[in-house]
Nanobody, 126 residues
Framework: QVQVSESGGGLVRPGESMQLSCAAS????????VGWFRQGPGQEREFVAA????????YYGDSAKGRFTISRDSAKRTIYLQMNSLKPDDTGVYYC???????????????????WGQGTQVTVSA
């Protein structure tokens, strides 16, 4: 079974950038989708982006399009989330999660992911 762990959170000012990392271990990665989700204070968990390991497909939630980029380093078994032009609304706990390859239309559904990291706090504030 694959395990995932996030790193890279912290405090940034509006307009700045930040990169999160999701290190994966165990399992056969070509069989998994890896997603980033976030949860702001008092909010539901929201889909940010996902990477389909077997074909390199990249998928984004509405809040991430045009500002965030998901990428992979296969040698390091790591998925990155590059976040640019950060806004206060981007504040929250960011989670990395993994699921076995599934139906593409559900790649943004948090309920489809069985393996979760502990989360990393991202705070965007002046």
């Amino acid at each position: 079974q694959v395990q995932v762990s996030e790193s890279g959170g912290g405090l940034v000012r509006p307009g700045e950038s930040m990169q999160l990392s999701c290190a994966a271990s165990g399992g056969t990665f070509s069989r998994y989708d890896v997603g980033w989700f976030r949860q702001g204070p008092g909010q539901e968990r929201e889909f940010v982006a996902a990477f389909r390991w077997n074909n390199g497909g990249k998928y984004y939630g509405d809040s991430a399009k045009g500002r965030f980029t998901i990428s992979r380093d296969s040698a390091k078994r790591t998925i990155y989330l590059q976040m640019n032009s950060l806004k206060p609304d981007d504040t929250g706990v960011y989670y990395c999660a993994a699921r076995s390859n599934g139906i593409l239309s559900t790649i943004g559904d948090a309920r489809q992911y069985a393996r979760w990291g502990q989360g990393t706090q991202v705070t965007v504030s002046a």
